[in-house]
Nanobody, 116 residues
């Protein structure tokens, strides 16, 4: 089992920045591929960013490329999502996820609201 706890969400103005954190426990963190997903009201959950176990391979949704950056600290069992140049369409609940065979562990989510 893997437990994931997100933090760092909140209300920010257009163009602002936020940094989300996700602390993991219950399994060797360096064995997990980690990802961030989001779900806006009335929409399906969508992939935002992912990072492989060693941190040297990342990928992003087209909608956030160049604005968001995913990183991880295996010593702290934590994955981060730095979000810059935020837009109203980034408003969503953001979920941290861990992958063993697919993304099968999820956090409870943290709300990000971008106001114009």
């Amino acid at each position: 089992q893997v437990q994931l706890v997100e933090s760092g969400g909140g209300l920010v103005q257009v163009g602002g920045s936020l940094r989300l954190s996700c602390a993991a426990s219950g399994r060797t963190f360096s064995s997990l591929t980690m990802g961030w997903f989001r779900q806006a009201p009335g929409k399906n959950r969508e992939f935002v960013a992912g990072i492989r176990r060693s941190g040297d391979n990342t990928n992003y949704a087209d909608s956030v490329k160049g604005r968001f950056a995913i990183s991880r600290d295996n010593a702290k069992s934590t994955v981060y999502l730095q979000m810059n140049s935020l837009k109203p369409e980034d408003t969503a609940v953001y979920y941290c996820a861990a992958s063993t065979l697919g993304y099968n562990y999820w956090g409870q989510g943290t709300q990000v609201t971008v106001s114009s």
